[in-house]
């Protein structure tokens, strides 16, 4: 055989996988003649049959398995194809990529973010949730073009980058209304001995936290460590301990997660940076969140 006519495979491919010619047919929106019609001369043209009757049934043929198996192969990576093509960007819209920090508490990431997609056209968004070392390794090879983070980027760090402060403000203490009244004493005393929920080694807020009990005379009973806020989220509306959210988002934490504020400080501050690759903005995407967070509730206590 010369050459191989791919419609007439296609026909092939497709019967097999339905099951019968009726039926391919009706995907196909071609007759069964017709399709019976392409496969008799595709046949032909290998110089061998497809598939041969065993009972009521028909079977593929070892010709027809070996044949059926390259098609597979051939139909299934064009059929990828075609939905990577339907799923592409156009021209006009852009792909922003944005790393967050496990430790940025998800709400204010989603805040911050937004008025990139209110843009017209809005990029699309590809969205990396990782440590921040992680994360700034992927900025480093331009894999991304924004880093949300609660710690600015460390001067240590053999990256090229620049911290922009988008937020700041103190932190609320939260727990569920069962757990508060266990609680001995007023806020802050009634945090001695009482079980604590405390942000991984990765949020800058951690330290602070720490520091902020010594300087206040309390010694919290440190019942687990969550590398990812809305985990901690989790065990804290489930009782399992109290936990620090920034003020900015406390009263939605609150209401979304049926727990209550206990109290707050402004002694510890919760501040977020975008770290980019460029000192001098220029992404349409960043400048957009930069203008709307210098204007923004979220930028005070």
Not at 79 to 105: H, I, N
Not at 258 to 280: F, L, N, P
Request: proline residues 5%; aromatic residues 6%.
């Amino acid at each position: 055989m010369d050459q191989l006519n791919y419609k007439h495979l296609h026909y092939f491919w497709m019967v097999t996988k339905c099951g019968g010619v009726a039926r391919a047919g009706e995907r196909l929106h071609v007759t069964p003649q017709s399709i019976s019609t392409q496969i008799r001369q595709l046949e032909s043209a290998i110089g061998g049959t497809l598939w041969r009757r065993s009972g009521r049934k028909l079977e593929l043929t070892d010709t027809g398995h070996l044949v059926m198996e390259y098609a597979e192969r051939l139909f299934t990576v064009g059929e990828a194809l075609k939905d990577a093509l339907r799923e592409r960007p156009t021209a006009a819209r852009t792909t922003f990529r944005v790393g967050v920090s496990g430790s940025v508490v998800k709400v204010v990431a989603y805040r911050l973010v937004a008025p990139a997609l209110q843009l017209s056209p809005p990029p699309r968004l590809v969205c990396r949730e990782g440590r921040l070392a992680e994360l700034l390794a992927l900025l480093a090879v331009h894999e991304l073009d924004l880093v949300i983070s609660d710690r600015a980027m460390p001067s240590s760090m053999n990256v090229r980058g620049f911290n922009h402060l988008l937020a700041e403000g103190g932190v609320s203490f939260l727990a569920t209304p069962q757990l508060v009244r266990r609680l001995k004493g007023r806020f802050p005393h009634g945090l001695d001995q009482a079980p604590m929920l405390l942000p991984g080694t990765d949020s800058a807020m951690r330290p602070q936290l720490i520091a902020w009990f010594d300087s206040v005379g309390v010694r919290p009973d440190v019942v687990g460590d969550f590398d990812d806020t809305a985990v901690m989220k989790a065990f804290g509306q489930a009782g399992a301990g109290v936990f620090a959210m920034p003020t900015m988002v406390a009263k939605e934490t609150a209401k979304q997660f049926g727990v209550v504020a206990i109290g707050k400080t402004d002694q510890v501050v919760h501040r977020i940076y975008a770290v980019t690759g460029e000192r001098r903005l220029s992404n349409p995407a960043v400048l957009a969140i930069q203008a709307a967070a210098s204007a923004n509730a979220l930028t005070t206590a």
